[in-house]
């Protein structure tokens, strides 16, 4: 009898139950108030990661060695976001509960809130690692409170001052960015203090998520909202390797919009951009 | 000193006292499930127009010669359909109160809701006249009641049983159609029946919906869900003078994206079809 | 446990034993010489599926009703054509073994001599019926015998006069066109002669072969070589009905090149035009 | 020694002085209001042209039979139309007095006042046959007299009344409609006069300008002003074989802005017309 | 009564007469010898402003908080350069008249020219600071004197010898860079003498014209003529800060031709660097 | 008579008698196994290198002093990649003969190994120096020897250990990297040890490979397959300038996929490279 062959992203064919990490994705993007098109960044990876090798020469690891699961695509309602960040949630706490770790790949930021909610209800001291252009804090925006503008203060609402660190901002209104900096803590352009807040954080669980328009839009123009003066690739993948000497208990990719970049090289940058993650990550 | 000058929509330039016909956008494409874009359409649409001629060599008239205004956007939060839906009813129903005729620009077809809502208001026997390639006759699509899939049925909710006339249907779910066949009046693939119908209105108040994918994606590709087999622009421009020939109290255009098309030959056509359509209502 | 959700191509979920047609993808193009791109329609076509309903309004049946497979794609090499059809050969011969309907989906017009390969062993008699812009008659093009401008001449080969039978033929170079008026039934430019080789095909085994490009660019412009001049959907909808009647043992559909057209309508129709073939050649 | 091979347009490599037909190229847009890129055409249709067949089956004909020079692309400055024109002047001239018929390839349709100037001072009762969506009879186009949008009022500047006949108008101010219904003769939307006008000028030089718009955007959305309700190509085709017979002296196609239409569809039938066009027009 | 609300150019909602800094847009791209677009420049950054913040972490300042008026864009004819400068002249000298400081947004680089013929006459002793990958010396391009490739020898015809300095410079001919050496200071690749040149223009009125194509393609392909090896947008920002401790007196930001760049990161980059360079400029 | 245009490359008018660089193009990319498009490269380079200048500010040389050849594309058959590495090779001997050296314009890499037989047999001590993001040294791809991912280690097949040097490595299946540590000299993701090379190679013959796509796709998105991280266009030039140095007996530039790249700025970078390149070569 035919046999089926399908692509999981980047080839992944471990059995969920024997695996460390769970990829999935959240393709919503209906609180995007530019330019749409986050939802169809998971399924734009699984169908591209195939062009990708499963070896790092950056880390002279391979995929082939590591047991991570990848459990296709939500589906998400659109017009109703308080509904998706539920969904996202309950998948999220059904991985945390079989002790592994979730990879969330986005679809707009705001689908990390329904992740970080389910990874503060584990881990009552959570932090939160942010890459971002944008620091995310406003209140509300056009009169609603649950945006990819607002969702780090939604986060804050969760887990309280000092626990959020973000870098690579450099946007952002008057009044969240000076709200911010009695709250969280910004490090604005690059990942300077990364290291800095890294020893700071040894040992404390935490939720790591990166808007991928932290990136130069010249690296990665397929984003809703590109924003000039960003870091690049290299930068990037740097902080990431910093980043995963953290604890990491959940983790998420989002705001690729692929149909946004003609030329295809953001999403090939987000899937070379998960493999490093995943091999940095997975322990 | 210094004038400003911007474009509006094909150079209206009346006054909103002495207009009969008012336009507006409704920027909304937040619960459009493929393939979204409709939010930029009327901007679009206010963009390009001012490459149409304002006289229409079809019906030897010219748009100087009429009153209509332009009031710009709405401006609509995204992730909250029903928010949405609540503003373009409160829109609406101020331009019905001063005894005009409001011509909304979509957004995705779940923007007419809002509209009907207030048309139902100060008609209580208001009929639909519907042009779509799909029957939007969903009792709830992805769990959510209020959808683009969706909006005929809710249509219905407020008006009922043989209110709503639907032409140019060539797609939809067995279990909508079989439904619509009690529920409504459908004409497959064309406007076949449409003399017959507009011969049953006379006189009636006729809320007008226009969704652009009625169109063969040969003419009208810029749009979320093309699909194949629809009608011709001939076709439709022959249909609207039919249909104009009605009592409207309220109409729409819906579900051009043109970022969708990147010809521009979509959006043209919409600039075009909506100087026809005004000179067509306008009495 | 969590459970992996693909997209089969329009949601076929039966096994491959219930079955009676087989859907599998050709993903190759390695012999178009213009405009390559015809290798990422079967990738397309499943991606893209999932926006089609299942209903079809023209035939009133339902795809859920019947019992469809899809096998996938094959993995093919590039730069060895010979190689290519071999492997499609196998495949196809393998699904004819089981009593089932191949229904390939390309890629270029060449990955049709493969599957012809195998029909015409199972079915010594077997007739050929053609839709498409080129005869594809050519005996070797830029020194090669395989390719898609050859195809038909090889199929020949393999049946010899009078089994083939062309519809909608606008282009070739003067010899081939000389050449097919003595070995070949050309039909140029439309199907009127459809309902009469129908009739004197009653009974015999037929392949079934449409090159999309059959249709008019301005219905199809995602395929390699868009030809001014074709049908248009509806009259390729009522010719494949037509061709249905025969006795199909095994057929394709080539030649979209979805990236070729960036508005994604022509993809779109190649997944409501399978639909409907499917809906009409299912017995 | 290696020899080089270029293209020419459609592989013509006949000498001049052998050739009845001289096909140049006017690549100049630089009057064009909306949305330039006409100055492409000619390379456009150069680089493509050999995807195209010599062979054309609509009349059985060949180019190969036929004796056409490709002279090349003209190089005209931007900013100075009227330099503009005398180049074109001067280099049609050179191709009338060696008794040959030139064959401009535009750029806007402003270059055909170019060829006019020519022509009309070969042929002091010279007529015009021009298909076109637009009637381009404004006698200034902001504060310009030389522009697209009034190249056929300053054609009649040098023909003056009853010498200008107009095909498949279907866009203009009022003003300009209304002032051609005195001096030219128009007939909107399509090609039904064609036969009465071409008995009416059997024996007449003529100078026969096709500006590309006049087709549909469904078929040809690669142009600067798109004008939906447009002709299809089979009509287009039918109405250049009747013109052909008229005894034409010089003609143009304009118009074609390929980069406007990604698909290519627009380059291709552009390059199949110009095909069908020298056939029939070659004597 | 209904308000309309349109976009000005980064929400700019002060009067004219309160104003310090005018933004005007000069939609013309007429002499622009490869690519034309520049004329939708304006349009452009008036469209997709809104999306920037107002507020810069670059220099906490705030847009809201300066006077800025948008005086929308001027309506030029295309085919006539000379024409076009006159109007610009005369626009910006009515700025300059009333004490403010214009910024002009192109538009091609030519349409400098018109603003620097206005600058002289109030400033005799005006410097001209340039940042370009060209160095726009030709004296005549293609037979024209007036050109994107002659603006600044147009603009040396006005100043004279030593009162231009250009920086980013990495395309020329050789006689242009030749003659270069002799007239004008020109700093190749980047901005390393411009502290230097800094101090030597102290108290001089400058005018600043940037051609954004002094960015490399990577940040900035929706040009013209992209240049590889330019400058990256922190190098830009930078040199603009430093620039803007100058007596600048009229600048432009000119050669986006934002259809070029279907990523829209083109656009983007302009609208927050004009937000940058007026917050830079105002005092 | 009329006299015809045609651009060549970069305008390049010499003989070939008195040409020492004779230019061509392999297009052919029918092993491209992901995103095919390379074979247009050449015909891309020709058309649009006209917008480049012949003066390089990098080195004060023009291409107007030095005598280069543009022996136009070669005519290849896809599907066959075994009969284009024939054709290839034969065309490369013949420029060896005479004594030149031949550039070759991709084309996939796999076109490198015919230019390579041929270098191989006038020069027994050939060495490979190759610019390129990939290794490519499979064995086979898909079960094929010969494609654009087992080029190098076809090469080697033809050169042995040690006589290869990779240069921007960044990606390849772990066995390839493994097998390359012991066969070839590779130096990942820079250029740090090309002066090291550079001194071992003085004098030896040396065939120079640039696959383009050793550039980061932030500069260089239109190629096949876009791999992040990549080196700058600077340092890509500083390294062609050490590269230079060596005795260069044959260099090709592959992989450019212009249509992969809708701004055209890969195109671009590929032009003004080649002028660099050339200048650098030329002696």
Known sequence: MLERSFYNILGFDKSYTESRIVVFGAPFDGTTSYRPGARFACSAIRNESYSIETYSPYQDKDLEDIF?????????????????????EAFTAGILKDGKI???????????LGAVRAAVKFHKDLHIVHFDAHS????????????????????????????????????GSRDEISWGREHVHTCFFNFDELDHIADALKDKPVYFSVDLDVLDPSAFPGTGTPEAGGVTFHELLKAVEKASGLNIVALDLTELAPTLDPTGASTSLACKLLREVLLYVYK
Chains 1, 2, 3, 4, 5, 6 share one sequence.
């Open 102 to 112: 979730p990879l969330m790949l986005g679809g707009e930021h705001l689908v990390s």
């Open 136 to 171: 995310d804090l406003r209140d509300e925006y056009l009169g609603e409170t649950l945006s990819h503008a607002t969702v780090m203060r939604r986060c804050w609402d969760l887990v309280g001052d000092g626990r959020i660190s973000q870098f690579g901002i450099r946007s």
């Open 68 to 88: 991570v699961f990848d459990a296709g695509d939500l589906e998400l309602p659109f017009g109703n976001a308080e509904k998706v960040l539920c969904q996202i």
